[in-house]
């Protein structure tokens, strides 16, 4: 053969391992913005198949410098999805009951990234509340390949960004490091973009990570996430509680309970049972020991994950 064409990153090192063949990359690798086609650039790849996402305008936008040779793929129409699950159906379809009623097939729908015109599917569900409103919002975050999770707009840092004393890291590695950066840097604004929606709403934004990320830290060579092989940089996540002007208005007590939390240890384990606090609902499960922001709390004497003791071997 005269190339390999690979759909992932492991696929494009294997072939790099074993083989003096070139590297093509396809579509699925989202070579979506000048800052994917340098890392692919950087990793050996010859040839990159551009996303299908792509506008013509973006296109050409590309290839007017890009790094290395490119391609597209022509198509008709082709279903795409922006986030990990299906945004519309869960906001307006109904398709956490079962049966979603489409709503895609019967007006146009679209997630942009532009401070104008951020979430339209929030802003749709807002203009139509219910007495009482839940929405769980599941973001891109910052898992790798990092540079798949923000746009170019948000490329802030370089590979010379990053600090001691992982600045003596190969320039492969302080770019990945950059790339995080960049991700979070994306998702920082998303999130606040989120609290924007609800400034002038009786609201309360809860932010929570499921995990973090390790990058090459206190000498390791080991960057993403394991579950099975848990470090204190991908186990320790923030916990965010915003509130309006008017929750804390109206909720003064449970706004206070929040504040005096701050400190407090806590495992994600056991949100549910602070969530069921702030929403004043009870069922035979909770327990008011688990809740941060309730009187009766009482921090785990061990926070254990896959048989580690995070307070003794990691903290």
Known sequence: PAAV????IGAAAL?????????????????????????????????ATLSPELSLKQVQALAKDAPLPLTCIVHGRLELMVSEYCVTGSFLGGVDKGACSQPCTKGHYALKDRKEA??????????????????????????????????????????????????????????EIAQY???????????TSLMGKFADK??????????????????STFSGHVE?????????VPMI???????KAHHPEKWQALR???????????????????????????DPRKSVINPAFQPRAHRMVQGHDYDTEMK
């Open 15 to 47: 072939v790099k391992r074993l083989t003096d063949l070139p590297v093509h990359a396809d579509y699925s690798l989202i070579a979506y913005n000048k800052a994917t086609l340098a890392f692919l650039k950087e990793y050996g790849v010859a040839e």
């Open 202 to 219: 009786d609201a309360i934004v809860v932010y929570i990570p499921d995990h973090g990320e390790a990058l090459y830290d206190r000498g």
């Open 5 to 8: 064409h690979v759909h992932n």
């Open 181 to 191: 950066e960049n991700a979070l840097y994306y998702n920082d604004f998303v999130v």
């Open 118 to 175: 951020l979430f339209p599917l929030v802003d749709e569900a807002l203009q139509s509340p219910a007495p009482k409103n839940f929405y769980l919002i599941h973001l891109m975050g910052g898992h790798g390949l990092y540079y798949m999770r923000f746009p170019y707009i948000f490329s802030k840092f370089t590979a010379d960004d990053v600090p001691p004393p992982q600045d003596e890291l190969s320039q492969e590695k302080r770019t």
């Open 241 to 247: 509680f915003w509130a309006s002007p008017a929750y």
């Open 260 to 286: 005096a939390a701050v400190n407090r240890p806590y495992m994600t384990d056991d949100f549910i049972h602070t969530l069921l606090d702030l929403l004043d609902i009870r069922t035979p499960e909770y």
């Open 228 to 236: 099975e092989h848990p470090t204190k940089e991908t186990l320790e």
